[in-house]
Each structure stands twice: as structure tokens, then as C-alpha cells.
T-cell receptor, first 113, second 111 residues
Framework: DAGVIQSPRHEVTEMGQEVTLRCKPISGHDYLFWYRQTMMRGLELLIYFNNNVPIDDSGMPEDRFSAKMPNASFSTLKIQPSEPRDSAVYFC???????????FGQGTRLTVV | GENVEQHPSTLSVQEGDSAVIKCTYSDSASNYFPWYKQELGKGPQLIIDIRSNVGEKKDQRIAVTLNKTAKHFSLHITETQPEDSAVYFCAASMGHNKFYFGSGTKLNVKP
């Protein structure tokens, strides 16, 4: 398996623009997570899905952020409108079952100018 | 919710020495404790994990210990090598897959 695949790897956008980050989890994994990593706040869980259903979105910072998982092999994280403080590395991770290893993608480095 | 604290934030050791990173957690219901290594420009990768029914686990040069009473767990790396240089994260979970991560330790192994 190719692992968790995220796209794009890098994204530079202007403030106010819509940004969509994409994730393909490992086949057979039933949990999918979106994390944000910054120097100040470390790794923050934004939202996670189980069998394509959002389970906990309490980490989503505000209404500008939304996430979807239309099927078992694809998820998106959308920011609209984007702001400079959204600049961070966004990771997607997936795992199978409970209390097992989470596999992380390579991340998307988002810069909002 | 759970609160995981990790120390130190940076650690510099000489090649061949041992490195120890410590984490504490707040919720006694946590029962799964993974450690992740993150290299520059990459996502975190699991290096070892431990469950609450075990006190210690080893994998070659890496070991993790867990003290449930004190609610702390530690990562031990022996015979460190330059390729061990990275950021290490501890995490705690109550088994529902919501992981709470520590703030990370940047380990520098000097040749």
C-alpha cells in the first residue's frame, strides 16, 4: 500500500481564498483523522471520522473550517475564507480498529498570505 | 479531556549515549500510549506503543515504560545514532482513537 496520500504537498494562497486539502486513507482503514501542526500549538486534532461518519469535530477552530468524507477512500478539509493564522501543516491519518497504530500522510504545508 | 505534558522540549546527546523523554497524562482512563517520531518534512511515524496492562516494552534500542499509578510514561533510546535525530511525540488515548499528543521533544544526536 502507498500509505496515506495527501495533496497538495504545498499550498500558497491569498487571504480570503478558499482552500481544499485532500486525503486518501489506507485501504481498509475505518478511521480518518485531520490534524493541524504549528510551532505554538503542536499537533491538534481537528476532526475524525469512523466509517465515513464524523465522530468528533470539537477541534475544528471555527465555521470557516469544514470536512467531508464522501466515501471510504477520500476526505477533504476545506477552509473558506482562509486567513493568515490558518498557516500550518495539515496532516491526515488513518487507522483500522481501535487502539492501534495511526498512519500519517506527508502533510500539506499551507501558507496564507 | 486528557492533558499530556512532555519534557524536555529539546534534548541534545552525544552519539552512543542514552536519551530519555518523559510524558505525564491526566486521565486515568487512558489505556494506550504510542510514541511517534517525526523527521523533517514528514508525517509522524509510530516507533513503539504500550498498553495499560503492560509496564514495559522493548524493541531493539527503544523501550517504553509506563507507571499507571503516577500516570507517566517514558521513552528510552539507548546507543543513540545520528539518524535518531528527530522530533518525538508521546500520545495518550482512551481506546476510542482520539489521541492527545504531547508538545514534542526535539532530539539532536551529535556525532
Amino acid at each position: 500500500d502507498a500509505g496515506v496520500i495527501q495533496s497538495p504537498r504545498h499550498e500558497v494562497t491569498e487571504m480570503g481564498q478558499e482552500v481544499t486539502l485532500r486525503c486518501k486513507p489506507i485501504s481498509g482503514h475505518d478511521y480518518l483523522f485531520w490534524y493541524r501542526q504549528t510551532m505554538m500549538r503542536g499537533l491538534e486534532l481537528l476532526i475524525y471520522f469512523n466509517n465515513n461518519v464524523p465522530i468528533d469535530d470539537s477541534g475544528m477552530p471555527e465555521d470557516r473550517f469544514s470536512a467531508k468524507m464522501p466515501n471510504a477512500s477520500f476526505s477533504t478539509l476545506k477552509i473558506q475564507p482562509s486567513e493568515p493564522r490558518d498557516s500550518a501543516v495539515y496532516f491526515c491519518a488513518s487507522l483500522r480498529g481501535q487502539g492501534t497504530e495511526a498512519f500519517f500522510g506527508q502533510g500539506t504545508r499551507l501558507t496564507v498570505v | 479531556g486528557e492533558n499530556v505534558e512532555q519534557h524536555p522540549s529539546t534534548l541534545s546527546v552525544q552519539e552512543g549515549d542514552s536519551a530519555v523523554i518523559k510524558c505525564t497524562y491526566s486521565d486515568s482512563a487512558s489505556n494506550y500510549f504510542p510514541w511517534y517520531k517525526q523527521e523533517l518534512g514528514k508525517g509522524p511515524q509510530l516507533i513503539i506503543d504500550i498498553r495499560s496492562n503492560v509496564g514495559e516494552k522493548k524493541d531493539q534500542r527503544i523501550a517504553v515504560t509506563l507507571n499507571k499509578t503516577a500516570k507517566h510514561f517514558s521513552l528510552h533510546i539507548t546507543e543513540t545514532q545520528p539518524e535518531d535525530s528527530a522530533v518525538y511525540f508521546c500520545a495518550a488515548s482512551m481506546g476510542h482513537n482520539k489521541f492527545y499528543f504531547g508538545s514534542g521533544t526535539k532530539l539532536n544526536v551529535k556525532p
